[in-house]
T-cell receptor, first 113, second 115 residues
Framework: AQSVTQPDIHITVSEGASLELRCNYS??????LFWYVQSPGQGLQLLLK??????LVQGIKGFEAEFKRSQSSFNLRKPSVHWSDAAEYFC???????????FGGGTRLMVKP | DSGVTQTPKHLITATGQRVTLRCSPR?????VYWYQQSLDQGLQFLIQ???????AKGNILERFSAQQFPDLHSELNLSSLELGDSALYFC??????????????FGEGSRLTVL
């Protein structure tokens, strides 16, 4: 069965500082990996995705993520955080059949001025 | 705006009651997914429909059912409601399954409170 672990429930960073959100997955084959962001009162928005190829993927809003098969990880990074990045971030893994997305528990990001 | 519309946005009801949540997918999307988000369970996949047919089923209770109509809108029916069913229910849509565009477009959710 596929699963996703986001070890950090809450993270606080200062505005302008760099950010890394951790994600570890469990899946038997090559996974489809995603990062979504949920702002308060909103639905989830896709930040970026990995299917195959280059293990460093670029997303929207200046985010990037790196797929590391040896570590079963897909960490999300941003070099300089803005106050508007405060939100909850979800890592997800999709199955090869393309019909089920399993989410991690989420990481709530707070940004200090 | 994702293009996915969910109604109602908020719903308060009593235990034992039945409610229906409605979802209109993005124009052209054939797949509809339902997810439940609660504090203790996180985001849980419930069920997927593709062009009117059930494609995949996740942790959906027997008291819950869904369908997708010929116009592609979907409804999630929750019956014999319990306090623990209080949650945010999301609908998402995609052109095909994840293997296609790889992106689900989420609505803003329907918040259900069971008293």
């Amino acid at each position: 069965a596929q699963s996703v672990t986001q070890p950090d429930i809450h993270i606080t960073v200062s505005e302008g500082a760099s950010l890394e959100l951790r994600c570890n997955y469990s899946y038997g084959a090559t996974p489809y990996l995603f990062w979504y962001v949920q702002s308060p009162g909103q639905g989830l928005q896709l930040l970026l995705k990995y299917f195959s190829g280059d293990t460093l993927v670029q997303g929207i809003k200046g985010f990037e993520a790196e797929f590391k098969r040896s570590q079963s990880s897909f960490n999300l990074r941003k070099p300089s955080v803005h106050w508007s990045d405060a939100a909850e971030y979800f890592c997800a893994v999709g199955n090869n059949a393309g019909n089920m997305l399993t989410f991690g528990g989420g990481t709530r990001l707070m940004v200090k001025p | 705006d994702s293009g996915v519309t969910q109604t109602p946005k908020h719903l308060i009801t009593a235990t034992g009651q039945r409610v229906t949540l409605r979802c209109s997918p993005r124009s052209g999307d054939l797949s509809v997914y339902w997810y439940q988000q609660s504090l203790d369970q996180g985001l849980q996949f419930l069920i997927q429909y593709y062009n009117g047919e059930e494609r995949a089923k996740g942790n959906i209770l027997e008291r819950f059912s869904a369908q997708q109509f010929p116009d592609l809108h979907s409804e999630l029916n929750l019956s014999s409601l319990e306090l623990g069913d209080s949650a945010l229910y999301f609908c998402a849509s995609s052109v095909e399954g994840l293997g296609g565009t790889g992106e689900l477009f989420f609505g803003e959710g329907s918040r259900l409170t069971v008293l």
